[in-house]
């Protein structure tokens, strides 16, 4: 997932607005506006769209990188205690790592805990294979589909009351996957 999208509204084959239009259907990444569109009503739609910010070319590479370190800092949520979430008997604690299951402390890989805190981050959002790849495993692995099912496979057999039956880490088939449990105290998602 990207932090930050960088938009040029003149763009090849589709119109800037209308991808900025779409993004907002699915993200809420800080989307910066280039253009060379000087004319108020321009700058008002695409800011109307969703765009956070809007920069007229020609720019200095000082403004640019300003912008862009603005809109990263707004839009890091500020530090609150991770989540903890409990379950039919499991319990996860993301700030202190650990994962326990009726009382007893559960192993965890350091890859299925990259995998657990990645979807827990996200309660309840689908997380596609390619995404989960590339924030687990890195650039270049998002077609291993494959290594991501068997870690999936395993930290079920961890996390959930039945492995069979998932009712914690959901599968979206061909898709990827939910964590359908919200933190301590909000419910079920």
């Given at each position: 997932?990207?932090?930050?999208?960088?938009?040029?509204?003149?763009?090849?084959?589709?119109?800037?607005?209308?991808?900025?239009?779409?993004?907002?259907?699915?993200?809420?990444?800080?989307?910066?506006?280039?253009?060379?569109?000087?004319?108020?009503?321009?700058?008002?739609?695409?800011?109307?769209?969703?765009?956070?910010?809007?920069?007229?070319?020609?720019?200095?590479?000082?403004?640019?990188?300003?912008?862009?370190?603005?809109?990263?800092?707004?839009?890091?949520?500020?530090?609150?205690?991770?989540?903890?979430?409990?379950?039919?008997?499991?319990?996860?604690?993301?700030?202190?790592?650990?994962?326990?299951?009726?009382?007893?402390?559960?192993?965890?890989?350091?890859?299925?805990?990259?995998?657990?805190?990645?979807?827990?981050?996200?309660?309840?959002?689908?997380?596609?294979?390619?995404?989960?790849?590339?924030r687990v495993w890195g650039a270049g692995y998002q077609e291993d589909v494959e290594v991501?099912?068997?870690?999936?496979?395993?930290?079920?057999?961890?996390?959930?009351?039945?492995?069979?039956?998932?009712?914690?880490?959901?599968?979206?088939?061909?898709?990827?996957?939910?964590?359908?449990?919200?933190?301590?105290?909000?419910?079920?998602?």
């Amino acid at each position: 997932m990207p932090e930050l999208v960088v938009l040029d509204l003149n763009l090849p084959g589709i119109d800037g607005m209308e991808v900025c239009r779409r993004l907002r259907t699915w993200t809420q990444v800080p989307i910066l506006i280039l253009s060379v569109r000087e004319d108020e009503a321009g700058k008002v739609e695409a800011l109307d769209l969703g765009a956070d910010d809007y920069l007229t070319k020609p720019f200095g590479v000082e403004e640019l990188l300003a912008r862009v370190r603005a809109l990263l800092r707004r839009s890091r949520p500020r530090e609150s205690p991770p989540p903890r979430f409990e379950v039919d008997g499991v319990e996860i604690d993301l700030s202190t790592r650990r994962v326990s299951r009726d009382g007893t402390d559960v192993h965890l890989t350091k890859t299925e805990w990259l995998l657990l805190e990645a979807m827990a981050e996200y309660p309840g959002k689908l997380l596609t294979h390619q995404w989960l790849l590339e924030r687990v495993w890195g650039a270049g692995y998002q077609e291993d589909v494959e290594v991501l099912r068997v870690f999936i496979s395993q930290l079920r057999k961890k996390v959930e009351p039945d492995p069979t039956t998932p009712t914690i880490i959901v599968t979206d088939p061909g898709i990827g996957y939910r964590w359908a449990v919200a933190a301590s105290g909000e419910g079920e998602v």
